[in-house]
Nanobody, 122 residues
Framework: VQLQASGGGMVQAGGSLRLSCAAS????????MGWFRQAPGKEREFVTA???????YSADSVKGRFTISRDNAKNTVYLQMNSLKLEDTAVYYC?????????????????WGQGTQVTVSS
């Protein structure tokens, strides 16, 4: 199993980034996919998740700014991040689990990606 996240980088506040996470080694279309982030000195936090049926759950801090989507044909999940703020700076991880509840309430997952750094500057 592999989850390969990419697309991170440095951006000015108010800017946008799009993260991608390419999955392999499991039946992608059957899994809920999520994004988490961890800022320096802080615990990992849930950002957003999308179920295999397309239902979306997001943390209040990113609602209206971040959009998760998935392409089952490409085994890839995306995170479009707009109106980025300084407090969005973190390492972003993609994750997969058969249960979206595991992702969004237990903050756990069957599989984790390696993380990609997002840095928002003023």
């Amino acid at each position: 199993v592999q989850l390969q996240a990419s697309g991170g980088g440095m951006v000015q506040a108010g800017g946008s980034l799009r993260l991608s996470c390419a999955a392999s080694g499991f039946t992608f279309r059957s899994y809920a996919m999520g994004w988490f982030r961890q800022a320096p000195g802080k615990e990992r936090e849930f950002v957003t998740a999308i179920t295999w049926t397309g239902s979306i759950y997001s943390a209040d801090s990113v609602k209206g700014r971040f959009t998760i989507s998935r392409d089952n044909a490409k085994n890839t999940v995306y995170l479009q991040m707009n109106s980025l703020k300084l407090e969005d700076t973190a390492v972003y991880y993609c994750a997969a689990d058969l249960s979206s509840q595991t992702l969004r309430t237990r903050h756990s997952a069957a599989y984790w990606g390696q993380g990609t750094q997002v840095t928002v500057s003023s």
